[in-house]
C-alpha cells in the first residue's frame, strides 16, 4: 500500500477490499460522517452491496479557536466534550451550551439537504459500518459511536484510511471492530495522506447518496 491515497473515492476502494469480511453480515448499512466521510463510504456501500446514510456530527470549536474541538455533537443529540481542552481553558457550561445549539441548527439543516425528504436509515439490529476519511482527533467519531449505539445497532465496525496508532488503540475499546488502512505514530493532519483532498460539497454529498439510492433500488 502506497503511504497516501490519490482521493477519498481510492481510500474507500481500499478499504472496503479489508472489509470483504463484512459483505454477508445481515443487514449490512454503511454510516458516513459527512462530508469527507461519504466519497469514502460511497465505495465501500457500493462493493458490499450495502445501503448507504450519513450520521451528521459537528465539532465544537473554541470561540476564537475554532480548528480547536472543544467536544462534538452528532445527530440524536450526543454530546461529546474534550476535558483537556474545556477545562484549562475555563469555558462556562453556558459558552459550550451556545456552541451547541448552534451546531444543532447545522446538523438539522445538513440532514435535510443530504436527505431531502427520505427518511434516516434504521441501524437497529444492523452491522453497521461507521466512515469518516481519517481521524485527527477522536472525539468526532466518538460522539458518533455513542449516537450509533443509542440505536441499537446488533455490531459496529468502525472503517477509516488513516489515523494515529495511539487513537486507532483507543477507538477499537469503542467498537466490535476498528479497520484502519495507515497508522502512522505521528498523523499530522489527515490531508498530508492524501494526493486530493479538496473539500467534499454539500452538493457531492447529495449525488453520491442519491446515486447509492439509486442502484439499491434497482437492485
Request: aromatic share 2%.
Amino acid at each position: 500500500m502506497a503511504l497516501r491515497f490519490p482521493d477519498r473515492r481510492a481510500a474507500g476502494r481500499h478499504l472496503a477490499r479489508l472489509l470483504q469480511h463484512r459483505a454477508g453480515d445481515p443487514g449490512l448499512l454503511v454510516l458516513a460522517l459527512p462530508r469527507g466521510g461519504v466519497p469514502v463510504a460511497f465505495e465501500i456501500a457500493h462493493a458490499l452491496g450495502a445501503p448507504l446514510d450519513v450520521l451528521v456530527v459537528r465539532k465544537l470549536g473554541v470561540p476564537g479557536q475554532e480548528e480547536l474541538a472543544a467536544g462534538a455533537l452528532a445527530s440524536g443529540g450526543i454530546r461529546v466534550l474534550n476535558p483537556e481542552v474545556v477545562e484549562p481553558l475555563g469555558i462556562t457550561a453556558d459558552v459550550l451550551d451556545e456552541i451547541t445549539a448552534r451546531e444543532q441548527h447545522e446538523i438539522d439543516r445538513q440532514e435535510q439537504v443530504f436527505r431531502g425528504t427520505r427518511p434516516r436509515l434504521d441501524p437497529g439490529g444492523r452491522t453497521v459500518i461507521l466512515v469518516d476519511d481519517g481521524v485527527a482527533t477522536d472525539s468526532t467519531v466518538r460522539a458518533a459511536v455513542r449516537a450509533l449505539r443509542t440505536r441499537e445497532p446488533r455490531r459496529t465496525v468502525l472503517a477509516v484510511p488513516v489515523a494515529a496508532r495511539d487513537i486507532v488503540r483507543r477507538l477499537e475499546d469503542e467498537v466490535d471492530e476498528c479497520v484502519c488502512a495507515l497508522e502512522p505514530e505521528v498523523l499530522d493532519g489527515v490531508s498530508l495522506w492524501y494526493d486530493d483532498f479538496r473539500q467534499t460539497t454539500d452538493a457531492e454529498v447529495r449525488a453520491l447518496l442519491d446515486a447509492a439510492r439509486a442502484h439499491e433500488d434497482a437492485g
